[in-house]
C-alpha cells in the first residue's frame, strides 16, 4: 500500500522561511512526477511545483508562476522523499499543502493516483 506523508508545515511570519517534507513508502517513484499542490480556504486547489522525469534521463523542474524565485524542490530517490523548500514566504501562501505522485496526464494537473494527508502553511504577521 502507497503512503505519502508531509511533515514540515507551521505558523510563521511572512518573509520566513519554511521546508516541507514527503516521504512515499510503498514503491518507488523513481521514474514518476512527484510534487506538491496547495489548497486555500474558499479556494480551487492549485498546483505549486512538480518534478517529473524527462525522455533524455534527466529530472525537470516545474514551479507555478506564484511561487518561481521563491520555492524550491528537491528529491531523494534512495530515501523516497520530495521537499519544497519555500522562502520569503507572503499571507498569500497560506494553505494545506499536499503532495503527490504519479501523474496521470500534465504535471499541472491535479490528475495524481497519490496524495498524502496535507501539511498546514500560515503565514501571518
Known amino acids: 500500500q502507497v503512503h505519502l506523508v508531509e511533515s514540515g508545515g507551521g505558523l510563521v511570519q511572512p518573509g520566513d522561511s519554511l521546508r516541507l517534507s514527503c516521504a512515499a513508502s510503498?514503491?518507488?517513484?523513481?521514474?514518476?512526477?512527484m510534487g506538491w499542490f496547495r489548497q486555500a480556504p474558499g479556494k480551487e486547489r492549485e498546483f505549486v511545483a512538480a518534478?517529473?522525469?524527462?525522455?533524455?534521463?534527466?529530472?525537470?523542474?516545474t514551479l507555478s508562476d506564484s511561487v518561481k524565485g521563491r520555492f524550491t524542490l528537491t528529491r531523494d530517490n534512495n530515501k523516497n522523499t520530495i521537499d519544497l523548500q519555500m522562502n520569503n514566504l507572503k499571507s498569500e501562501d497560506t494553505a494545506v499543502y499536499y503532495c503527490?505522485?504519479?501523474?496521470?496526464?500534465?504535471?499541472?494537473?491535479?490528475?495524481?493516483?497519490?496524495w498524502g494527508q496535507g501539511t498546514q502553511v500560515t503565514v501571518s504577521s
Open positions: 518534478l517529473a522525469w524527462s525522455p533524455t534521463g534527466t529530472y525537470y523542474t
Open positions: 503527490v505522485a504519479e501523474a496521470r496526464g500534465r504535471i499541472t494537473d491535479d490528475k495524481y493516483d497519490y
Open positions: 510503498g514503491r518507488s517513484f523513481i521514474r514518476a512526477a
